[in-house]
Structures are given as structure tokens and as C-alpha cells.
């Protein structure tokens, strides 16, 4: 099923986030129907650094076809802000394809970008915001989703940011992004705005400007797609602290293992037996 089918549906998507193919393919066999590469996902994991528009084009496609590999889940891809101008965002939308991503988010802060719960964000015009959509809408060679965010609402307020949202949609975007309400009053005012016209998706950040809410809630409001682009990154880097520290008082792993897999556990969890399986059909003497 595409990722345009689906959104046909009823039910809310939920798309966790993944950085890796790792993480790829433990959401996936955790039953999720799709999966979300953010730029902040990568820039903390491959560069240990912020989200502050550090991650490349290629670090992202790269990346995003090592997930390819792992899963057949469509993929719902940052692409920042196109890494510049309409032109670089028709590129990014051609090489975010060849990698396999479903869908590309497309965002109208200037560049470098910060993360949308970040302060001191900037935004180019309107009207080239538009611009970066059409073209990318006119590059793409399959049906790849565009997802076009607006951070207006941080910027010029929460009035600019549903204008801009209907000018987004005008100009060719197949999903709406308004990042960052910070209350559920203005959660629901989009979906009162905009449900119905495109599919409408919400981003759940923990810390973040925005109340954390359900699938379900988000579902009943009107949001048809829910992304947790971090989440991972944040269990796991705490996770590794508290490894570390336990390592390094006590000279052993012995206090962390029930917090941990084993040898067998993890070989389990990334299917090492079925490859070995399969090496042995391909092998000439088997």
C-alpha cells in the first residue's frame, strides 16, 4: 500500500522516528505502518551536534537509503529546507527519491534552519516558499508526498501561519506541517481550518512547545498523521548515559544486564539467523 493510500484511511498514522537501520527495522517489526527520518535524528546520532542545520543533503540520503534496505515501509523524510533555493530543493526531491523515501517534508525557515522548537527562528518570503513547492512538486518522478511545513507561528504569529499553510496547499503540498502550537486550542484551529482539504500532520516532541497529545486525541481532532521524530534519540542517548556511568564505576556490564540484550539477544533482534540461513542457499556447496 502507498503512503497516499493509506492516508485515505480512518485511522491516524502514527510514524516513529528512526535514524538508522537499526532502529529501521525494530519499528518496523514492532508493527508501525511507516516510518519518520528527521534532520535532528541524524545530526545527533551521525555528527553529535544539534539540530541547527548542520546535517547534508548526502549525509540524509545516504542514510536514508541504508533504511531502504532494512524495510519496505514508506518513509517520511526531512528534507530540511531543501538546502536552498527552488532549484536545490528540486535536487533534493530527485536524490530523496532515488534513496526510496515515500514523502519529503519541506520547511519555510531560512537556511541555516534550527530545529521548530527552537527560538530565533527566521523565514523566507511567502512566495518562495511556494516556489521550493511547485518546483519539487515538478521534479518528482514518482508519487512522492510533499509535506510542506510552515514555523510561522513562532515567527509572525499564529494568524501568518495558517495563511501561509493555504498558500502551501495552493501551490501543490499533499500534507500540511504547522509546527510547533503550543496549545491545544491552536491544535485544534488547524484541524478546524484545514481537515478535509489535505491529510494534516502533527509533531509530537517531549519538551517541545507543543502539549503532548495522543494518537487518539490528534485523531479526534482531525490530524490525520502523528510523528515522533525524536523520541528514539532521546531513550537511547539516555539509555547510554546511564550505561557508561554503570560501566565505568563498575568495571563490568553485570549491573546493566537486565537493561541490555545479550550476545543471542540482539543477533535475534536483527535477524542474524535468517542471513546465515539465506548464505547457505546462495552457497555453491550447500
Known sequence: MTLRNRLTKEDILIAPGVYDGL?????????????YLSGAAVAYTRLGRPDIGLTTASEMADTMALIADRTELPVIMDADTGF???????????????AGAAALQVEDQS????????SDKSLIPMSEMVGKIAGMADA?????????????IAVEGFEAAIDRAGNYIDAGADVLFIEAPRNSDELG?????????????????EGGATPIS???DLQTMGFDIV?????????????????????????????FADRMHDF????DAIGTNDMLAMGKRFDGNS
Open 23 to 35: 532502529t529501521a527495522s525494530l519499528a518496523t517489526d514492532a508493527g508501525f505502518e511507516a516510518l
Open 84 to 98: 536552498g533555493n527552488a532549484l536545490n530543493a528540486r535536487r533534493t526531491m530527485q536524490s530523496y527519491e532515488r
Open 111 to 118: 537556511y541555516p534552519k534550527k530545529c521548530g522548537h527552537l
Open 140 to 152: 518528482r518522478r514518482h508519487d512522492t508526498l510533499i509535506v510542506a511545513r510552515t514555523d510561522a
Open 189 to 205: 484551529k488547524i484541524a478546524q481550518t484545514y481537515k478535509g482539504r489535505v491529510p494534516l500532520l502533527a509533531n509530537m516532541v
Open 214 to 216: 495522543s494518537a487518539t
Open 227 to 255: 510523528i515522533f521524530p525524536g523520541g528514539i534519540v532521546r531513550a537511547l542517548a539516555r539509555t547510554a548515559q546511564d550505561y557508561y556511568a554503570s560501566l565505568h564505576q563498575a568495571g563490568s556490564n553485570k549491573p
Open 264 to 267: 543471542d539477544g540482539l543477533n
